[in-house]
């Protein structure tokens, strides 16, 4: 089935300092997502990209869609510690509800 | 106003056991999806609904797993003859279709299963 290459696994990094995280594919994505799921909550959307090259933020967060479609990336600038948990990505492949996950990046902050 | 609900939050059984899972999605929410998390991995897509079309099942692993949504609401996902490897967090999200583009998808906080 699609596959979505996420990585790193899991970052461990100081308050303040900017993070950056990716998903690869050997599919092409019509649609990236990104998610953050806190401990014993569901994933909340954090940033949708629709389009290739389309670079879109959300407050310290930023999100690109690659050119070929089949990458995305997320940056935290300046990160907090509130910034804990993990991030997903998803994409689909030009249905409005199936998605493909990534296994996830676990982020600790360190106050 | 309230988000998407799930019951029971935890739930321990014993292998060859039947469980229920029930989701409440938010009002006025016509499509309702069941996904499952095993530990380190992603969402795993198991089924989806949309007002009253034929649910998309493509994503159950098994004919142990079935599920319901009665009145276009409230949905049950159930395992029947529960296995070890059923253990996971199982998360419902619903949403409103949009005008374009994925709709949006608001998860609720997952059952965990524990299947001993």
């Known amino acids: 089935g699609q596959q979505l290459n996420q990585s790193p696994q899991s970052m461990f990094i100081q308050e303040g300092e900017d993070v950056s995280m990716n998903c690869t594919s050997s599919s092409i994505f019509n649609t990236w997502l990104w998610y953050k799921q806190d401990p014993g909550e569901g994933p909340v959307l954090l940033i949708a990209l629709y389009k290739a090259g389309e670079l879109t933020s959300n407050g310290r967060l930023t999100a690109q869609f690659g050119i070929t479609r089949k990458d995305s990336f997320l940056n935290i600038s300046a990160s907090i510690p509130s910034d804990v948990g993990i991030y997903f990505c998803a994409g689909s492949r030009g249905s409005n509800y199936k998605l493909t996950f990534g296994k996830g990046t676990l982020l600790t902050v360190n106050p | 106003g309230a988000g998407v609900s799930q019951s029971p939050s935890n739930k321990v059984t014993e292998k060859g056991k039947d469980v229920e899972l029930r989701c409440d999605p938010i009002?006025?929410?016509?499509?309702l999806y069941w996904y499952r998390q095993s530990l380190g991995q992603g969402l795993e897509f198991l089924i989806y609904?949309?007002?009253?079309?034929?649910?998309?099942k493509s994503g159950l692993p098994s004919d142990r797993f079935s599920a319901e949504r009665t009145g276009g609401s409230v949905s049950t996902l159930t395992i029947q003859r529960t296995q070890q490897e059923d253990s996971a967090v199982y998360l419902c999200?619903?949403?409103?279709?949009?005008?374009?583009?994925?709709?949006?998808?608001?998860f609720g906080p997952g059952t965990r299963l524990t299947v001993l």
């Open positions: 609904f949309q007002g009253n079309s034929a649910p998309d």
């Open positions: 009002s006025g929410h016509t499509a």
């Open positions: 999200a619903s949403s409103s279709p949009g005008t374009s583009g994925v709709d949006t998808q608001y």
